[in-house]
Nanobody, 120 residues
């Protein structure tokens, strides 16, 4: 079955950096785009970044553009989110996401999330 396991969340001071990882299994990793979302307390889950199957294409939310970098290693079935110049408003639970289409059915899969807290 599809599994996404995030790691790397931590408490960090404003201006600091973190790298999140998402290890995937149960599907052909190199054939799917992967995404990072985040959800702060009391808010809706929002898209942070997307990366295409080969990693050649990426897209970022305006709020993180220039500070966050999404990347992937298809040999390791892992997608990363490098977060630099962190701000308090980046505090949230971060989730890895993949959409998988089988026949006429498309399912969305999520990891369990990893907590990022930016605070002095």
């Amino acid at each position: 079955q599809v599994q996404l396991v995030e790691s790397g969340g931590d408490l960090v001071q404003p201006g600091g950096s973190l790298r999140l990882s998402c290890a995937a299994s149960g599907f052909i990793f190199s054939e799917y785009a992967l995404s990072w979302f985040r959800q702060a307390s009391g808010t809706q889950r929002e898209l942070v970044a997307i990366i295409t199957e080969t990693g050649a294409g990426t897209h970022y939310a305006d709020s993180v553009k220039g500070r966050f970098t999404i990347s992937r290693d298809n040999a390791k079935n892992t997608v990363y989110l490098q977060m630099d110049s962190l701000k308090s408003e980046d505090t949230a639970t971060y989730y890895c996401n993949v959409l998988i289409t089988t026949g006429e059915e498309t399912k969305q899969f999520w990891g369990q999330g990893t907590q990022v807290t930016v605070s002095s």
